[in-house]
């Protein structure tokens, strides 16, 4: 299922969407496309390439850099 991923720029993240929405289903949310699969994890493939699963791309921050002082241990 990975060749069809939709609008998302990587596998990568389609993975962890995809597999995010699936621990959603199995928790109870409500499919929000009508499919013959019964496997959730399928459903929730199906919906993230379909774009029906909204996500959020957060970027994480970076250290500040240590001062020359620092790192020389004075």
Known sequence: MTSNIGNI?????YI????KRT???QAGAKP???T???????VAQ????SGLVKYD???????AKKRAKETKGH
């Not at 199906?46 to 390439?49: D, G, L, P, T």
């Not at 791309?57 to 250290?63: G, Q």
Request: aromatic share 4%; hydrophobic share 40%; charged share 35%.
């Open 23 to 25: 621990r959603q289903l």
């Open 57 to 63: 791309i957060v970027e994480e921050a970076k250290p």
């Open 9 to 13: 720029d990587s596998k990568f993240r």
């Open 36 to 42: 013959p699969s019964k496997k959730l994890t399928r």
């Open 32 to 34: 929000v496309i009508s």
């Open 46 to 49: 199906e919906e993230v390439a």
């Open 16 to 19: 962890l969407v995809a597999a």
